[in-house]
């Protein structure tokens, strides 16, 4: 059952803190990419990954940082210098190549800070 | 400067009915459009898309029209049912952003009474 996971569900950060987000996805997707969305908002690019080895930085890059080792997996590092980073956080990935691509996304973490 | 525009935060219908929601583009440059639908505290779904060739894409319930020269495509839903209760994002992408670039708006609530 292919699909994309990310975990947690939930994500607690203190002051100061870093904190990693987990995708993973088994839908053999060159390209994977993290959004933000906040309450009233749309879904604003993070970071995106087309090949392993290598990333681009989306909309909101400042204070976020990723790894791409493998192709199936693509953490999101929250660092201290987010200075808001409650949020849901979500990750989607697609085939690259095609004219016309669709991006299809995980169930999403939240991460709140205490 | 946002460059997919939902102008509805929210819509309301009785099941059974239609559903219309809308959504304005401003980059002429976009030749690809997507409709997500996605649920509280989950990540979104692709729903149907429509490429800038046609202007009509039909999938059951669900049809998008696309009107190029006015820049608007709107999702019509019919018949409406309670489970459709989900806040929809349109997204848009180009060649020259790739579709590594969707551009997505801030989403329309759409509530279906019984």
């Known amino acids: 059952d292919g699909g994309i996971t990310q975990s947690p569900k939930y994500l607690f950060r203190k002051e100061g803190q870093n904190v990693t987000l987990s995708c993973e996805q088994n839908l053999n997707h060159d390209a994977m990419y993290w959004y933000r969305q906040d309450p009233g908002q749309g879904l604003r690019l993070i970071y995106y990954?087309?090949?392993?080895?290598?990333?681009q930085k989306g909309d909101i890059a400042e204070g976020y940082s990723v790894s791409r080792e493998k192709k199936e997996s693509f953490p999101l590092t929250v660092t201290s210098a987010q200075k808001n980073p409650t949020a849901f956080y979500l990750c989607a990935s697609s085939i690259v190549g095609l004219a016309e691509e669709t991006q299809y996304f995980g169930p999403g973490t939240r991460l709140l800070v205490l | 400067d946002q460059q997919v525009k939902q102008n509805s935060p929210s819509l309301s219908v009785q099941e059974g009915r239609i559903s219309i929601l809308n959504c304005d583009y401003t980059n002429s440059m976009f030749d690809y459009f997507l409709w997500y639908k996605k649920y509280p505290a989950e990540g979104p779904t692709f729903l149907i898309s429509?490429?800038?060739?046609?202007d009509k894409n039909e999938d059951g319930r669900f049809t998008v029209f696309l009107n190029k020269s006015a820049k608007h495509l709107s999702l019509h839903i019919v018949p409406s049912q309670p489970g459709d209760s989900a806040v929809y994002f349109c997204?848009?992408?180009?060649?020259?952003?790739?579709?590594?670039?969707?551009?997505f708006g801030k989403g329309t609530k759409l509530t279906v009474n019984p």
């Open positions: 990954s087309q090949i392993v080895n290598d990333f």
């Open positions: 997204a848009a992408s180009s060649p020259e952003g790739g579709s590594e670039k969707l551009v």
């Open positions: 429509i490429s800038s060739i046609k």
